[in-house]
């Protein structure tokens, strides 16, 4: 059996919307894979986001090592889809560290339904489609979740 790993972006969504798409997926625990946990939207940045999916029932954990550097973030709003995943591949994944923090998503995954959390709504324009493709050599099957708009 096959275990399954959800994936949202926010982008374009208020918090509540989230946790009403999180919920109706029967996700437990959401694993925000931004490099840097803040964000300009409300409801977004670490604190605000934890708070509120503990307050909404859910978990959360944060694998800043497996957020997107810089120049891959850069290539992303470029629209440049291919170097972006190269540079997360290059820079993240293919590090020691990063197929650590891997092993440890997919644990946390095993354990409990997840959910990959990033900003980009498409997820073919999100390093989470990346981490999701490399889940599914583990075993897993991807779905995902958009939510709907306020």
Known sequence: MRNTLFTIGYEGLAPERLHAALTEAGVRVLADVRAVA???KRGFSKGALKAGLEEAGLGYEHFRSLGTPK??????????????RKIYCDEVLDTADGGLALDGLAELAARAPTCLLCFE?????????????RLAERGFETVDLYGAFL
């Open 38 to 40: 803040n964000s300009r």
């Open 71 to 84: 120049s891959g973030r850069e290539a992303a709003r470029a629209h440049d889809a291919g170097l972006m």
């Open 121 to 133: 709504r498409d997820p073919a324009r999100c390093h989470r489609r990346v981490l999701a493709e």
